[in-house]
């Protein structure tokens, strides 16, 4: 089993910034990949972002190019969505996911608890 412990998001005004973390108990073929999804009141479940633990294949959505930006740290085990010039429709609970390929569908083998992030007009 791989547990996903997700950073506290928070508030945060329209046009600012916010980092969020994601740290993976271990590594197997199973976590080769992680990334972001989110999920707005009353909507699906859509994708964010992903990286393989090489970095060398990330894959942004489109409501979020040019402003959203996704790493990875290898010592750590640990992903981070760096989110700038926020705007109100990024307000969504961000679930952090693991699995054996970048990919935009939500076939991910494991999910963390989530985290509220919130950007106020």
């Known amino acids: 089993q791989v547990q996903l412990v997700e950073s506290v998001g928070g508030l945060v005004q329209a046009g600012g910034s916010l980092r969020l973390s994601c740290a993976a108990s271990?590594?197997?073929?199973?976590?080769?990949?992680m990334g972001w999804f989110r999920q707005a009141p009353g909507k699906e479940r859509e994708f964010v972002a992903a990286i393989n633990w090489s970095g060398s294949s990330t894959s942004l959505a489109d409501s979020v190019k040019g402003r959203f930006t996704i790493s990875i740290d290898n010592t750590k085990n640990t992903i981070y969505l760096q989110m700038n010039s926020l705007k109100p429709e990024d307000t969504a609970v961000y679930y952090c996911a693991a699995g054996s390929r970048v990919t935009m569908t939500a076939q991910y083998n494991y999910w963390g608890q989530g985290t509220q992030v919130t950007v106020s007009a």
């Open positions: 271990r590594r197997t073929f199973l976590t080769a990949a």
